[in-house]
């Protein structure tokens, strides 16, 4: 069997990473009862060299606390390489910071949220039929403030939040991004919210009543092993 690899973007904000670990140890936790598929970690900001699409079942690409916006170094290398591995029909799904990188990788684009930060749970709209929502309306846990603004080339938009018209991007076949943050429960988005409470504050949320509504977004938390379940090769 195929691994599922991991592209890790970035690490938690400190709060969350006491509370749950690493963004890989959040998605093992969402896959817990998906079955006995291996799971393989690369770091996308190390010299080392990116796996072949061949030798992958899948590829999940984290979040990050860094912006897409940067165009860093291992940004650009890390975006030729999903074109790349896109190209050669792996199953993508990209998760916030990845759901952005994917949309840049692919001719689309990505700047400050014009509607400005959006973070708490909140509710997805699904805007048009799609294999990997199933339902028409579930929460998720986001924590944004870029978002992407131009999609890329063949690319859709499939569901929307009240802040972001382009929550959910079927980008290819079999190729998706979420800006919204699956692996998230309840306890992360805390956490999240927390760590941010000063400039939570300083720009008008109420951090007490962002904490008090966070939700596990069981229905956000489905769609990681949905992905591996239906369209994970080998």
């Known amino acids: 069997m195929k691994p599922l ?20 140890d959040m998605i ?3 896959l817990a009862d998906g079955g006995p598929r291996p799971i393989v970690a690369f770091q996308a900001d190390a010299d080392d060299a990116l796996p072949a699409a061949a030798d992958l079942g899948a590829l999940l690409i984290t979040g990050s606390a860094a912006s897409v916006t ?5 940004m ?5 390489w999903l074109a790349a591995v896109v190209a050669a029909g792996l199953p993508v799904f990209g998760l916030c910071f990845g759901h952005q990188m994917l949309a840049q990788a692919l001719g689309g684009r990505v700047t400050a949220n014009p509607r400005g930060r ?17 339902d028409s ?15 890329p080339p063949g690319a859709r938009r499939i569901g929307e939040s009240d802040l972001d018209p382009n929550a959910a991007i079927r980008f290819g076949p079999r190729v998706w991004g979420v800006q919204f943050h699956p692996e998230f429960d309840a306890t992360t988005l805390r956490a999240y919210v927390r ?10 949320f109420a951090p007490e009543a962002l904490e008090a509504a966070a939700s596990d977004a069981p229905g956000s ?14």
Request: a neutral charge; hydrophobic letters at 45%; zero cysteines.
């Open 70 to 74: 940067e165009r860093a170094p291992w």
């Open 28 to 30: 093992r936790a969402a």
């Open 5 to 24: 690899g991991i592209l890790v973007t970035g690490v938690p904000v400190p709060l969350a990473q006491e509370r749950r670990g690493s963004f890989v």
């Open 137 to 151: 309306t579930f929460d998720a846990n986001m924590t944004h403030v870029d978002s992407v603004v131009e999609l």
């Open 221 to 234: 938390r489905a769609l990681l092993a949905r992905f591996v379940a239906r369209f994970a090769q080998g």
């Open 195 to 204: 760590q941010r409470a000063d400039v939570l504050q300083r720009e008008g």
């Open 76 to 80: 650009l290398r890390g975006e030729a």
């Open 118 to 134: 959006e973070i708490g749970t909140v509710t997805i709209r699904r805007v048009a039929d799609d294999e990997l929502l199933s």
